[in-house]
């Protein structure tokens, strides 16, 4: 037996990749027909090729299959039987419907991250939404505005997403053309009665604000007045000398919306005026939490800028400049896949006890991807559990000579 096939155990990839189950990815390709007509090259496979790209950082189709050639004898642990060609990883991307990929991501985020950590604390559940743009390197899905010097628009795809604060993971996601406007992505949203959403100003939805101030579904929001808003002062609430010298300069109860038109429900809501005393700029958040103090309002909008962590840490994190269709399937299918590698490793961190960043982590994984050892000795340990590993393969290997 030669020394590069005999094999322990399984890679450290295979065992990431276990952490999806094999019978939702078939149960989700039944759903949207993704394996109709394949004869070799499923929905599995499929999704197995696209992790690999991410966790290994690669940039272009050669280097997927090339670097999947190279490891062809350990693929079987993987669940691949043959290492598919360029023309076929293209046209998959091409013809295999995203919203499989975009399924499966919601799915497993609703595995892994459902309820939360602190789940017997009174205070509510605080919900952020905000959008982020991914350039595309052509005019595909092209963005709203001017044209570049060239006469060229360059394209964009929009990615509206809503995290939970506690998570700092993206629980629900849409992918729009860059074009797009925010706002209809909060009707998409399906929040639990009496908890808080905060976003900025570019969201401006008047009637949904109503309807979220009512009895019968109540969510609180948070988020910034606008200048040109539509609005009537009905009185001044006093505050407190705590808020006011934490930076709250007037307390508000206003009439928010357009008297002009008959659709739109007109509904009370809260404007505070707010001084950040480090960089001395002046906010207006608007609000319909009475209950909450004023400085409660100004902290969770504060929270607001944890999204923002989120989108650089996956836009910096997985190979999204240069992608591997020139499609919008194929463009949205990418993507989808580095959130599914990004919620994997946010698996990884909260599952083991040694705090591991998320660029180390991402890093280890890349380089030890068909590394033969136990991951959880791996992530306690990796110096020592590859040590190990390399002396069991060495003694087994001597009852075996060439």
Known sequence: MSKHTYFTGQPVLAQIIHLI?????????????????????FSWDHLIAMLYAHFSGCGSLREVITGLLAAEG???????????????????????????????????????????PDSRSKN???????????????????????????????????????????????????????????????????LPKGSIICFDKGYVDYSLF???????HPIGFVSRLRSNAAMELLEELPVSKADRAAGVLSDQRIMLG???????????????????????????????????????IADIYRQRWQIEGVFKRIKGAW????????????IKIQI?????????????????????????????????CFSYVR???????PVKALLQQNSQQSYALSLFPT
């Open 21 to 41: 189950p094999r019978s939702m990815v078939h149960r989700l390709a039944r759903r949207h027909g993704a394996d109709r007509y394949c004869k070799s090259f």
């Open 74 to 116: 350990k693929l079987r642990h993987l669940g691949l039987t043959r290492t598919p060609r360029r023309s076929t990883l293209s046209d998959a991307n091409n013809r295999r419907p995203e919203q499989l990929f975009g399924d499966l991501y919601h799915q497993l985020a609703g595995r892994y991250f459902t309820g939360s």
């Open 124 to 190: 509510p559940p605080i919900y952020i939404a905000d959008s982020t743009t991914i350039s595309l390197f052509s005019d595909v899905m092209a963005t709203a505005g001017r044209p570049g010097a060239d006469g060229r628009r360059k394209g964009g795809v929009k990615a509206h997403t809503l995290i939970r604060s506690d998570h700092n993971q993206p629980e629900f996601v849409v992918l729009t053309p860059a074009s797009r406007h925010d706002t209809p992505f909060l009707r998409k949203l399906k």
């Open 210 to 216: 109503a309807e979220w101030s009512t009895p019968d």
């Open 258 to 296: 357009h008297t002009s038109h008959k659709q739109v429900q007109r509904f009370q809501a809260r404007l505070v005026c707010f001084r950040d005393s480090t960089s001395g700029k002046e906010f207006r958040f608007v609000s319909n939490l009475f209950t909450h103090t004023s400085r409660h």
């Open 319 to 330: 190979p999204l400049r240069y992608f591997l269709g020139d499609s919008p399937n194929a």
């Open 336 to 368: 989808w896949c580095a959130l599914i590698a990004d919620l994997l490793i946010q698996v990884l961190q909260r599952a083991h006890r040694r705090r591991w960043s998320y660029a180390n982590l991402r890093a280890m994984i890349r380089l030890h």
């Open 375 to 381: 991951l959880g000795a791996f992530l306690a340990d």
